[in-house]
């Protein structure tokens, strides 16, 4: 049970990024795939894999912290932890011992734009599995004694994210790049915030985002379809059907600025960002493609040139993380507080030059990176669980895997140089947190972004 950072917001995870940026709903479904719509809106999809023993299954909401209102920060991520608090039917520690007592387990994550909730157990326990799944997001028990215990959970929590600078400074990244904005808000919500929250206001965003229409049942690995479709009308009836559309949510509208978090660590942890593209976008895959050449691997630039060449730091890497409407672009590193006006000088230069003279052999390499990333998830059942499920919730299908290779192939050099050059004349963003002395002024990092002349 987690903010989960991994899936939407991974660095230039392949896997991810080859999934993710296909073009929409137009094509084929992967026939290799079942997808069955009930009447109530609710999608089930399944691939069974002949050599698996176990069962991979969850349901995905298409709402994650974004789809909060204002006065509900870091309840999305507080209802997934109550979900397991306790039903109508099981007590919080019944839930885990009848899924334990068979082997399973059960996890969930919160995202910005989804959150899932997942079971995996032997193929003869999948009717226990979607009956407990079922049970903890149909009927949650919502007691005040069991919310007031969580909260203190996640304040926790919270703090530990506070006491890890690794990570505080990728959720001050995106508020600073999108700064008053849902996109922008941590996923955990605030000590405040979280204290606030009663189970009316739980229900509330419940009863808004977790209908039929907003939902998926996935499940891979030792799975008949058949069987899942007809537990999903036993288990899930209950569900509300939902509104014809799903509420609007605020458009992302990246801003760039700075989020500056003085401590007295022995490194600065840095994150330097620039406007990225959306999933739908045709120019994700390039920028994809763009990020790996610059930062996604041993052979990458700015390992290179930072690590191997001038001893900077231990590790960099660029990343682009889509989001349904827009994006972000980012350098991530640490370093030591006298090196960082290098290494951001650096940094920027190895960016400028990749947008100009990238080699067809890089591009190969990027390419080839994100095809056996993409192939390499899709032979595990939690893989292949997770792909599909994003899939249908944002497009309304399942994609072929050729499909997927195909519009990579279909990348040229100069769409990935054009990626790396619509980078450059933005506003930029730079979060860090450690000793800040050495660390160049806002206007400084804003000349240092311009385009080459």
């Known amino acids: 049970m987690s903010a989960d950072k991994g899936s939407e917001m991974s660095a230039t995870g392949p896997a991810e990024t080859a999934e993710v940026a296909a073009a929409g709903a137009r094509g084929k479904h992967d026939p290799e795939v079942a997808l069955t719509t009930l009447p109530s809106g609710l999608r ?21 912290s974004r789809d909060e209102l204002p006065h ?9 932890h109550m979900a397991f608090k306790g039903t109508a039917r099981r007590s919080a520690r ?20 989804y959150t899932c909730y ?33 909260k203190g959970v996640i304040l926790q929590e919270i703090g530990a994210v506070q006491d890890t600078p690794d990570d505080l400074v990728y959720d001050r990244f995106l508020q600073a790049a999108f700064p008053d904005q849902p996109l922008g808000r941590p996923i955990l919500g605030t000590p405040k915030t979280v204290k606030s929250f009663t189970p009316d206001a739980i229900r509330a965003y ?18 008949d379809h058949a069987e899942l479709v007809k537990l999903a009308e036993a288990h899930l009836a209950a569900l509300p059907p939902g509104p014809a559309a799903p509420p ?52 990458s630039r700015l390992f290179q040139e930072v690590r191997e060449q001038r001893g900077l730091a231990y590790a960099i890497d660029a990343f682009h993380w889509p989001f349904s409407d827009c994006g972000v672009f980012g350098i991530g590193a640490g370093t030591a507080p006298e090196d960082v006006g290098e290494l951001i000088e650096v940094a920027l230069a190895c960016l400028r030059q990749a947008a100009e003279d990238t080699t067809e052999v890089e591009v190969a390499r990027a390419r080839a990176q994100m095809k056996v990333g993409l192939l390499a998830s899709l032979e595990s059942p939690g893989g292949k669980l997770e792909q599909m499920a994003r899939q249908v919730l944002l497009f309304g299908r399942a994609i072929p895997r050729e499909e997927l290779a195909a519009r990579l192939d279909a990348v040229t050099l100069e769409d990935v140089r054009a990626a790396g050059r619509s980078l450059l004349g933005h506003q930029p963003t730079v979060a860090a947190v450690g000793p800040l002395q050495g660390l160049p002024t806002a206007k400084r990092l804003q000349h240092a972004a311009r385009p080459a002349d």
Request: charged share 20%; glycine share 12%.
């Open 44 to 64: 089930i999809v399944s691939q069974r894999m002949e050599h698996a023993a176990t069962v991979s299954l969850g349901i995905w909401i298409g709402s994650g």
């Open 72 to 80: 509900e920060h870091g309840l999305a991520h507080l209802l997934e």
């Open 94 to 113: 019944q839930i885990a011992e009848e899924i334990e007592s068979v082997g399973g387990d059960l996890n969930a994550a919160t995202s910005v734009e």
């Open 118 to 150: 997942t079971a995996r157990v032997l193929a003869e326990d999948l009717s226990l599995a979607v009956d407990i799944l079922a049970d903890i997001l149909t009927a949650p028990a919502l007691t005040e004694e069991e919310l007031k215990r969580e």
């Open 206 to 223: 419940l009863s808004r985002n977790y209908h039929a229409g907003n939902m998926v049942l996935a499940a891979s690995g030792a799975v």
């Open 248 to 299: 609007p949510r605020e458009d992302g509208r990246y801003l760039g600025g700075e989020a500056r978090v003085g401590s007295d660590e022995e490194q600065v942890h840095l994150v330097l960002g620039f406007p990225g593209r959306p999933f739908k976008d045709g120019v994700h895959y390039p920028m994809q493609i763009f990020a790996s050449v610059l930062g996604g691997g041993l052979s």
